[in-house]
């Protein structure tokens, strides 16, 4: 069905007539018009932007809130530097490459209800007339109150915007772009990548607010749904890629070109240009894939079609459809690192480097994880400012699940002969190491740290779900994950939204996992704190008709107990489990008997400890709990298990191990 | 010759396995100590868990995590005795080799008095000898700085990232060819000072700086071979141990017992090395100079103040060939300079009446 409506659209296209659905996907709020002309010498944009923005509430618009992103990029005063200090991600914001967004003028009018459409593209909007009005700016601080910050404004209607009405609002702005790339977007030599750069109207609440945070080192965005039609101008030897799909391409007749895309129910729009990207083409499923890599990288393209093809697959496969008829890929520029590894709708950011080896999965997993993001921020748009665990972290365990399908769970992301590590044990690992500094859910910029936000958005979850998963199974978990994107495609779904959808597609009340889990900074860590095998020596003592006589007796019985095969003996066993950390989680405890003897047990996890006792012909040898290691969640798997004897064979391999390295070095070292 | 060089090297290696097994032994005794914190924290930590429980190929991830977090108390602490015991394994290898290379020169038995006398008679001048070379070490590192200054004159400071790569590999491969070279400058260095007494640790390195320059063929010839033999043996190794994939249990006497192997095989190689770098920088030295000729300590220095300084160039070999035949006591062309002829004529000449 997908296909061929693509192949419809396609052809509609190339008649002018810009629609890709046939019926819109997502509630049209912000759409957008824009003309922008590239100054490759100064990394300027000139623009002129329309949009008509429509009040989806039930409460009246009194202003408009705009995000003006590149404004943190103007100094080193803004909110951005200085909770960053100037660095991004390992990129450092050169000291002559600031960026900034200046809008020189705001026009607007209401529209009558017969003029706010529905439309497919900006070709058929109404125009502003001579009655629209002139309107000021001014620029505010929500977050924080640094008035040295001016990535939002606000601007202040002369009538209000009904429920149910749009406004029309027409802005010219300058841009530039931050040099090399920082923090995702900025101009290198004759690379370009131009993303945050126009003047992007908030989310207005169905509480009658505007959400409008400023732009914070550790936050991404927030936007409503939208069609864009974007006409940019470049030089004409530059190759150019955009979110949504080509409509024309034409000779402005002064050495550039105008390359006009459009694009329906996304929620952003990016673009990038260069005279150096070489094209690769290809096919997944539904989804046209075109990459753009670097001309000294070109070798690598077919590993980044081949991944960006997996990803679309899989995607598709496990969780949901992907609506859109293409995805672009981009390969950043040599110097312009700070424009990688970035999601925008239909199109991503990859990041290599020549030589990169294939072992390691750093292609493979940026494209996937970025791909990702095109469900877990495109069609599920959740308030990346507010809750940035439901893209970041959602998507960091779809990724761990791909990439371990894909490449075997631990050499998924490192695969040398001589070093191997998977995704999960990695994120696990990253998590351990801050595992209580904050909760998953709050503020993106108000975490411990970069490090907690880190952990928080992206590992912590990534282990959180993959927990969940091993509780609920596969099937179950794969359910709640379709049923998550079925349910609220194209909508801004809350933490809420997500939990009541795991409660109705398992069928379990899962807010005490949820709970532990987002809202508090509890750690799960069990341990095995004792085991010991006793021999029960049944003749021991008096029985309670002793006499003198059988005293005698009784004691020469012990002498010759003591003589008797341990074949004969009955061990009272003990094992105790103990609690370390306050998350509470059931668990399975395997006990091992000399003899071979397993035994399983479960325990609920929620009192402070809990003991087992057994009696067998046999002394116990190990105690382990969570032996499958289903729970990642947990910190400490070396506690999770003991055993009776000291384990001689590992430690003697450990202990050879680190002695023949240390001699290696040594070896190398002498003088 | 280089080839005979080597072999002679490697059997004269094994003629002198007691000495290879001192260096095995140092080596292990100092790695046991060096990984004893390491060793303890995780045997204590898991010691008696189950995490042990993995092929022997490779060590678990999930394990390090969980030790590296839950042991920086440790680490650190043990941090500063590894220091210190890294600093003592670089003085102790000094004082090894004196007691090797002193051993090796004269071919003659090995027994403890000779071994603690050498060690002790060559470690200060090795010492000295090894920091002259350090800031040969040090230059190497300046190498990639220059060699980064030229490719910028060349391509500018934006280079397209596959000419940055395999210019940077470039880079790289000096910088450690010219370690690896220095390391061979330290040697025959030190082989010079073995040979002459300890006559002078700067005229020591000037020399094996020259032999080094002079005769670089052959010094790169015959360290390549040696460092030709220990990457296949390393190479073989880390593939033996990587295909160890059974379960703990099966295979780790055969662990052992290959990492045993494997460190012998070093000690030998080390000795080999030294030995053949011996008889190679020997074979160029004039007879008159050696001090088995002389056999009375006070004129080596004399010898050499009178002779090597005239010497510009190793240019043949003096001892381990056959000289061409000549006209009647002139001497072989073209084997060093009228100036250094000379002085070597007249050092023999002293040497003579004195003998």
Known sequence: MIRTWVVLCFGALAWGQTQIFETPLSPRIANYKIDVTLDPEHRLLDAAEQLMWTNTTEHEATELQFHLYLNAFRNNRSTFMRESGGRHRGNEISSDGWGYTNVSSIKARLLAEEESGPYWNASQWPTLGESAWSLDHEFIWPDDDNQDDKTVIRVVLPEPVPPGGSVLVDIDFEACLPSPPFARTGAKEEYFFVGQWFPKIAVFTDEGVWNCHQFHLNSEFFADYGTYDVSMTVPEANILGATGLEVSVSETGNGMKTHVYHAEDVHDFAWTTSPDFVEFKGQAQDVEIRVLMQKDRAYQGERHLIAAQHSVTYFQDWYGDYPFPNLTVIDPRRGAAGSGGMEYPTLITAGSTYGLPESLRAVELVIIHEFGHNFWYHLLASNEFEESWLDEGINTYTEIQIMADLYGEKSDSIDFPFFKIGGLDMHRNRYASGPDLDPMLRDSWSYYSGSSYGINSYSKPGVVLTTLQNYLGRETMSKVMKTYVERHSFTHPTTEDFVAIANEVSGQDLTWFFDQAIHTNRVLDYTVSFIKSTAIDEGAGFDFDITRDDLMAGLKDDDEKEESDDEDKTYRTEVRLRRLGEFQFPVVLKVVFEDGEEVMETWDGKDLWKKFFYERKSKIASAEIDPDHLIPLDINYTNNSKTLELQREPMTHMNATWLDRFQIVLDLLAL | ?355
């Open chain 2, 1 to 355: 010759m280089i080839i005979n060089t080597f072999k002679n090297g490697w059997s004269k290696s094994w003629q002198h396995k007691s000495l290879a097994l001192l260096w095995f032994l140092m080596i292990v005794l100092f790695a046991w100590l060096v990984s004893a914190p390491l060793r303890a924290g995780m045997a204590h930590m898991a010691g008696y868990s189950l995490v042990g429980q993995q092929p022997l190929g490779l060590m678990s991830f999930d394990f390090m995590t969980d030790f590296l977090l839950n042991s920086e108390g440790l680490l650190a602490s043990a941090m500063a005795g590894t220091m210190v015991l890294v600093a003592l394994w670089l003085f102790t290898s000094i004082y090894m080799t004196g007691a090797i290379l002193g051993s090796l020169e004269g071919d003659r038995p090995v027994t403890t008095t000779r071994l603690g006398g050498n060690g002790g008679r060559y470690f200060f001048p090795f010492i000295l000898h090894t920091l002259l070379v350090i800031v040969l070490f040090g230059i190497s590192l300046l190498v990639p700085k220059l060699l980064g200054m030229l490719g910028d004159a060349i391509w500018g400071e934006d280079p397209y990232e596959n000419i940055a790569f395999w210019y940077g590999i470039f880079k790289i491969s000096v910088t450690v060819l010219l370690f690896w070279y220095a390391k061979r400058i330290l040697d025959y260095g030190r082989i010079d000072l073995v040979l002459t007494k300890k006559a002078s640790v700067w005229r020591s390195f000037v020399r094996s700086l020259r032999f080094a320059r002079v005769k670089v063929h052959l010094v790169v010839g015959l360290g390549a071979s040696f460092a030709a033999i220990y990457a296949i043996a390393f190479y073989a190794y880390s593939k033996f141990r990587l295909s160890l994939t059974l379960e703990v249990g099966k295979g780790v006497i055969i662990a052992l017992l290959m990492g045993v192997v494997f460190t012998a095989f070093r000690a030998l190689y080390r000795v080999a090395q030294w030995r053949a770098e011996l008889d190679l920088y020997r074979s160029f030295l004039p007879p008159t100079v050696l001090p088995e000729a002389i056999d009375v300590q006070e004129d080596v220095d004399r010898v050499f103040e009178s002779t090597l300084p005239g010497v510009e160039d190793f240019n043949e070999p003096l001892v381990a060939t056959e000289p061409e035949p000549s006209v009647a006591d002139e001497p072989a062309q073209p084997v060093i300079s009228d100036d250094a002829l000379s002085g070597i004529a007249d050092a023999v000449d002293k040497h003579q009446q004195q003998d």
